[in-house]
């Protein structure tokens, strides 16, 4: 006899019906359930394909509710999430580029600076007293 145990306890789920926890078997049932609804609705409106189509749109946000899972995330905490980190408290990341050969060569470059500033001083001073 055979003993099967996940290799992490967190990943546990009860299995209620056919494999699915509760939220899973709740969520197929409201799937199933407007899938039923939008049919019996609109099957003498619309063609059979468009009934189709309309059947899953009307599904699909159930299933997604019960099945959709990132990062041990279901799907109405990543829609939170999605919503704080667009809209709430959005952030602006401000990029600088650094150059090192300058930083490295920035008080070189100055006195450079400072040299070439006094020798026009005094040619300039020297001009004035010529003329």
């Known amino acids: ?26 969520c197929s049932g ?14 003498d409106l619309v063609t059979k394909d468009t009934v ?8 699909a946000p ?10 041990g995330m279901p799907l109405e905490k990543i829609i939170w999430a999605f919503i704080k980190d ?8 401000n990029f600088t580029a650094n150059n090192l050969y300058r930083e490295m060569t920035r008080e070189y470059l100055e006195k450079e ?8 001083a005094q040619e300039c001073e020297h001009d004035t007293e010529a003329g």
């Open 86 to 93: 667009c809209f709430l408290f959005p952030r602006r990341l």
């Open 52 to 59: 189709t189509y309309f059947c899953i749109a009307a599904a």
């Open 113 to 120: 600076k400072r040299e070439e500033m006094k020798e026009s």
């Open 62 to 71: 159930f299933a997604a509710i019960g099945f959709v899972k990132y990062n």
């Open 30 to 43: 409201l799937a199933v359930a407007s899938a039923v609804a939008v049919y019996v609705y609109t099957k």
């Open 1 to 26: 006899m055979e003993i099967n145990i996940n290799k992490d306890i967190r990943e546990y789920t009860e299995g209620v019906f056919f494999g699915l926890n509760v939220r899973q078997l709740i």
